[in-house]
């Protein structure tokens, strides 16, 4: 029996990436052979070692690793991290900030002035959500090993140059293989947790809007400028992505500084639909599996 568990334990995360991969996009999954950008994520989630994406993708977690490769400059200010929604402590923070879990994605809460805040139901809140196992309804168990805590850091703004472009905090989302930079994800303008405007970019800061499928969710963003110290930022991403055959590197930049948001590795649990399939197989081509 305990044999059959564990084959059981094994195959549910591949059955369950294939019924899903089947119903977003009405075709298999191949596995054997992956090609495309969402197949090559969901190879390396089921079938090679993502001990490291586990220390990467909990937001407290990876802060170690950006300091390991030099690049302690660019972490955002921490006020707290708490194993328990009973402990934290709004005393100790500033007017403005924002609460995150560590193991969640799109959860955060934006704190624009503390003395509105409804403290009790923001503990209610996070007592739900680290008492949530985040993962494993779509097969991406490094999320499941997380330890799940609720970080405090500081409350990012748009400085005067990125506000001519986007009424949000502009999001760049550098996505990496095999250690090289090769296209960057812009999200502007965002309203909400569920609409924002989307623009890939090549390295070099041509758009390319044919990359794109917009629907009301994901809207088409416009064109705008390089952000200043582009070149930094490819590499600050680039060194954070080169032990990896493939990782997202999502970084702000305002205010004259470049800040580290996050790493991901499964984007949208690698399902993404907001891609082409040419241009997804495009990017699928330039990522290396071990």
């Given at each position: 029996?305990?044999?059959i568990?564990?084959?059981?334990?094994r195959?549910?995360?591949?059955?369950?990436?294939?019924?899903?991969y089947?119903?977003?996009?009405?075709?298999?999954?191949n596995?054997?052979h992956p090609?495309?950008?969402?197949?090559?994520?969901q190879?390396l989630?089921?079938?090679?070692?993502t001990?490291?994406?586990?220390?990467l993708?909990?937001?407290?977690?990876?802060?170690a690793?950006?300091e390991?490769r030099g690049?302690?400059?660019i972490l955002?200010t921490?006020?707290?991290?708490?194993d328990?929604?009973?402990?934290?402590?709004?005393?100790?923070?500033p007017?403005?900030?924002?609460?995150?879990?560590?193991?969640?994605?799109?959860?955060?809460?934006?704190?624009?002035?503390?003395?509105?805040?409804?403290t009790?139901?923001?503990?209610?809140?996070?007592?739900?959500?680290l008492?949530?196992?985040y993962?494993l309804?779509?097969g991406?168990?490094?999320?499941s090993?997380?330890?799940p805590?609720?970080?405090?850091?500081a409350?990012?703004m748009n400085?005067e140059w990125s506000?001519r472009?986007?009424?949000s905090?502009?999001?760049y989302?550098?996505?990496?293989?095999?250690?090289k930079a090769?296209?960057i994800l812009?999200?502007?303008n965002?309203?909400?947790?569920?609409?924002?405007?989307?623009l890939?970019?090549?390295?070099a800061?041509?758009?390319?809007?044919?990359?794109?499928?917009?629907?009301d969710?994901?809207l088409e963003?416009?064109?705008?400028?390089?952000?200043?110290?582009l070149?930094?930022?490819?590499h600050?991403?680039e060194?954070?992505?080169?032990?990896?055959?493939?990782v997202?590197?999502?970084?702000y930049?305002?205010g004259?500084?470049?800040v580290?948001?996050?790493?991901t590795?499964?984007?949208?649990?690698?399902?993404?639909?907001?891609?082409?399939?040419?241009?997804l197989?495009?990017a699928?081509s330039?990522?290396?599996l071990p």
């Amino acid at each position: 029996m305990k044999r059959i568990a564990a084959a059981v334990g094994r195959r549910w995360p591949v059955l369950l990436v294939r019924i899903r991969y089947l119903l977003r996009f009405h075709k298999p999954i191949n596995l054997k052979h992956p090609s495309d950008l969402n197949e090559k994520i969901q190879y390396l989630s089921l079938y090679t070692d993502t001990s490291a994406w586990t220390q990467l993708t909990d937001k407290y977690g990876v802060r170690a690793y950006v300091e390991e490769r030099g690049l302690g400059h660019i972490l955002n200010t921490l006020y707290g991290v708490w194993d328990s929604a009973d402990d934290m402590d709004f005393a100790t923070l500033p007017e403005q900030f924002v609460l995150k879990a560590t193991h969640g994605s799109g959860d955060g809460i934006i704190v624009r002035d503390k003395s509105q805040l409804d403290t009790d139901h923001v503990r209610d809140v996070f007592r739900h959500t680290l008492s949530e196992t985040y993962g494993l309804a779509e097969g991406n168990l490094h999320y499941s090993r997380i330890r799940p805590r609720v970080i405090a850091e500081a409350l990012l703004m748009n400085d005067e140059w990125s506000s001519r472009y986007s009424s949000s905090l502009i999001d760049y989302k550098f996505w990496c293989f095999n250690g090289k930079a090769h296209y960057i994800l812009t999200c502007t303008n965002r309203k909400g947790a569920n609409k924002s405007e989307l623009l890939t970019y090549d390295t070099a800061w041509n758009p390319h809007p044919e990359y794109g499928l917009y629907n009301d969710h994901y809207l088409e963003g416009s064109p705008m400028p390089p952000p200043p110290r582009l070149d930094d930022m490819i590499h600050i991403a680039e060194t954070l992505a080169a032990p990896f055959p493939l990782v997202r590197v999502d970084l702000y930049n305002t205010g004259g500084r470049i800040v580290f948001g996050e790493m991901t590795f499964t984007s949208l649990g690698g399902f993404m639909n907001y891609y082409t399939p040419s241009f997804l197989q495009k990017a699928g081509s330039l990522v290396t599996l071990p």
